[in-house]
């Protein structure tokens, strides 16, 4: 028999990650984006959304409190393209590390999940290596997909970290850029 508070324990993660949201969102209706930047400070904010970024990044439970904290800054005043180059670089140093910590697990996979990789991994090999890289940019760089969900598949296929760091640098700073300016666009029209 399910009672509410098993239903909570069994759900805990989903209840806090909504928790987080609506304590933010009552933050940002209390506080518009430009005085949180005024409060902060422009050079803060970019500092800010670095250590963010570095810290949690886009991992699959904190990516809301990333991007809601570019967008905020972005339409508070805050430029867009400093808040992307800034956030871009933190990104790709909390995604490195995250590959760093996966690789040494990667070693531990085993059994029926080593066939399926390999499967994958022949797979992607019959594409060039041009559009691999390009597919992972766009994966990345554009679309919200949890950067910590992606760098475990990077390490369990085998992609060396030399050759995909340029491309974690670039998407960072891509997906960061284009938060910003949807969060400045969005904010014309609330604020």
Known sequence: ??????????????????????????????????????????????????????????????????YAA????????ASPWLLGLFGGIGIAIGDSLIFGLFSYG??????QWRQKIEHVRTYIEAYPRFVVYTGLFIILGVSPVPNDIVMFALVALGFQYIKIAPILVLAGISVTTITAFLGKSVSAFIF
């Open 70 to 77: 570019v967008a905020t800054f972005s339409s508070g005043g």
């Open 1 to 66: 028999m399910s009672t509410p508070l098993n239903h909570l324990k069994k759900f805990k993660a989903i209840y806090g990650v909504l928790a987080v949201l609506i304590v933010l969102a009552g933050f940002l209706y209390q506080f518009p984006p430009d005085k949180i930047v005024t409060s902060i400070g422009v050079e803060n904010s970019y500092l800010t959304v670095f250590l963010i970024a570095a810290i949690g990044g886009l991992s699959s439970l904190t990516s809301s409190v990333f």
């Open 106 to 111: 990667a070693k531990d996979i085993g059994g």
